[in-house]
């Protein structure tokens, strides 16, 4: 399942056109801070400064990859180099700046998304509203009493009634994070698990989903997937 950026398949010309696909990249933190395209100085002052008021160095870095890794991936999607894509937030919430819904403001039809987990990032750019979400394959959501607050009783109940709930409730979490993520219900959605990361990834785009591909290049001992996470 690793491939290199080469792989990604969306060039500048045919990026959003008729039927283009959303695109994803699911890494592990470590791959994205070791990747030689991305650095934390792409990052805008801003960024900065929010990544300056996180105390935990871990989280610190969850956030970083995950900032870098939405660079790169929309940087495949349309032809700019990861400086120069400049990515900006504003929240539905509040109406303020800096924070809630990523978005590309030159590129408004372009809808972008980021996830961040325990060691894990990803990012995904389409052409409409997009949202993904990343969650490590042992993170367990719950209990159950609390999820049927939060999502659809059926579907929760459906899952907690397997023998083992745990993986079921994960892949339901994962899949309703990313559909409110993208601010819709009528995206089509793909999950899948990524076993080298141990993840667990959902996307939702307006025109199909292509899988998670590797942003490393060839994989070299410096990159080999950290264990246990
Ligand atoms: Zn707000």
């Known amino acids: 399942m690793s491939a290199g950026p080469g792989r990604v398949g969306v060039g500048p010309a045919a990026a959003y056109g008729e039927g283009a696909a959303a695109v994803a990249l699911v890494a592990t933190t470590a791959e994205v801070l070791a990747h030689p395209e991305l650095d934390e100085g792409l990052l805008a002052p801003w960024e900065r400064r929010r990544l300056a008021g996180i105390r935990v160095p871990t989280r610190r870095d969850d956030v970083l990859a995950a900032r870098l890794l939405l660079r790169l991936c929309a940087s495949r999607a349309t032809g700019l180099s990861p400086r120069d894509v400049g990515p900006a937030q504003r929240c539905p919430g509040c109406g ?111 025109d199909g989903a292509r899988r998670a591909l590797s942003p490393a290049p060839s994989p070299s001992p410096a990159q080999a997937p950290p264990s246990g996470r």
Do not use: M
């Open 96 to 206: 303020r700046d800096g924070h809630g819904r990523p978005y590309l403001p030159d590129h408004p039809g372009v809808g972008v998304s980021y996830s961040h987990a325990d060691g894990l990032a990803a990012a995904a750019v389409g052409p409409g509203p997009v949202g993904i979400d990343v969650e490590p394959l042992t993170r367990r959501p719950g209990p159950v009493s609390v999820l049927r607050r939060l999502l659809p009783h059926d579907e929760v109940d459906a899952a907690g009634a397997e023998p083992d709930p745990g993986p079921a409730l994960l892949r339901l979490w994962v899949r309703r994070e990313a559909l409110f993520k993208a601010g819709r219900d009528d995206v089509r959605l793909a999950e899948w698990t990524d076993r080298r990361r141990a993840a667990v990834v959902a996307l939702a785009g307006a």
